[in-house]
């Protein structure tokens, strides 16, 4: 699993003054729950960076009043007009007990589909899970190798990760290969030429 460490200072007076003055100060105030008391601390927007503008999921260390925890990001809430990360809640992992995650799909290999003139298509980045901490896992790894045109795989279809439960239905489909107009344009000309072939091969036997 993916591991990072961020650098945080405590924080006592959490009145919205005092909130306010952590913004001020180009700092993101945040709170750390789900263990056995609640924790508030700061953080600067360069260490946000690092958990925030990123595709990839992290176990995050934090050291929140002398304690070291370990945690993964919740919720971020964003300004409405600025788009500035505004407060970061983090929820700390408990040995044994399940936690709702949302995990970034990895798709590997050439799909057959693509060989052919298609485009593959992303339809879903991440996947809803939920796992102990013991089974998180950095991506979801999905082999599109044997993906045919006009083909999908979807999340019943995934294998590989029985430790892990998918907060989502089996039919809903994460990839495809498109077939391009271009293609179904030559595709419905070869059939409409076929067709035309076998009508008139139709009315000369008719006509014998």
């Not at 729950?33 to 690092?50: D, V």
């Not at 045919?148 to 495809?176: A, M, Q, T």
């Not at 290969?177 to 091969?201: F, N, Q």
Request: proline share 4%; charged share 30%; net charge negative.
């Amino acid at each position: 699993m993916n591991t990072i460490s961020l650098e945080v200072e405590d924080r006592e007076d959490l009145g919205r003054k005092a909130t306010a003055a952590i913004r001020k100060e180009g700092k993101i105030p945040c709170v750390i729950y789900g263990g056995s008391e609640t924790k508030h601390f700061s953080i600067s927007k360069l260490e946000a960076r690092k958990v925030v503008y990123t595709p990839n999921f992290y176990v995050v260390d934090v050291n929140v009043g002398g304690a070291a925890h370990q945690a993964i990001v919740k919720e971020t809430q964003f300004h409405p007009v600025t788009d500035e990360v505004m407060h970061m809640d983090f929820q700390e992992l408990q040995d044994g007990r399940k936690m709702t995650v949302e995990i970034p799909v990895k798709l590997e290999g050439l799909a057959e589909g693509v060989k052919a003139g298609g485009t593959l298509m992303t339809k879903l980045r991440k996947l809803k899970v939920k796992a102990t901490p013991a089974n998180l896992v950095p991506d979801i790894k999905i082999d599109v190798t044997e993906l045919v045109l006009g083909k999908s795989i979807k999340v019943g279809e995934i294998v590989g990760y029985d430790n892990l439960e998918f907060i989502i239905n089996d039919g809903v489909p994460i990839c495809s290969v498109e077939i391009p107009r271009a293609l179904k344009s030559a595709a419905a000309a070869e059939e409409a030429v076929a067709e035309g072939a076998e009508a008139a091969e139709g009315a000369e036997a008719a006509a014998e």
